[in-house]
């Protein structure tokens, strides 16, 4: 299964912004998947996480205002992202993570969030 996200762009401070992750192959359903970022001068940080089974961990900069979805039909993972912050703008990915969370897999170009103040 392979992952790919979309969705970045401009967003103001407050706002809200959705992106997806589309995965081709089969078994999506049968696969936890992470949203991540990583912003310039930074290590890459896991934002959100959602298990096959539909678990769901938040990190703490996000919590309450970020929420992570998944759609096996459209073998789609979302990330809703409201009340966005200016240090929300990074770029974003998406990955497979294992039973416990790690990620796994190529990750992909990922997608560019700016976000303007």
């Known amino acids: 299964v392979q992952l790919q996200a979309s969705g970045g762009g401009l967003v103001q401070a407050g706002g809200s912004l959705r992106l997806s992750c589309a995965a081709s192959?089969?078994?999506?359903?049968?696969?936890?998947v992470g949203w991540y970022r990583q912003a310039p001068g930074n290590e890459r940080e896991l934002v959100a996480r959602i298990s096959s089974d539909g678990k769901i961990v938040y990190s703490d900069s996000v919590q309450g205002r970020f929420t992570i979805s998944r759609d096996n039909a459209k073998k789609t993972v979302y990330l809703q992202m409201n009340s966005v912050k200016p240090e929300d703008a990074a770029v974003y990915y998406c990955?497979?993570?294992?039973?416990?969370?790690?990620?796994?897999?190529?990750w992909g170009q990922g997608t560019l969030v700016t976000v303007s103040s």
């Open positions: 192959g089969s078994s999506f359903s049968g696969y936890g």
């Open positions: 990955n497979k993570v294992t039973t416990w969370g790690n990620p796994f897999g190529s």
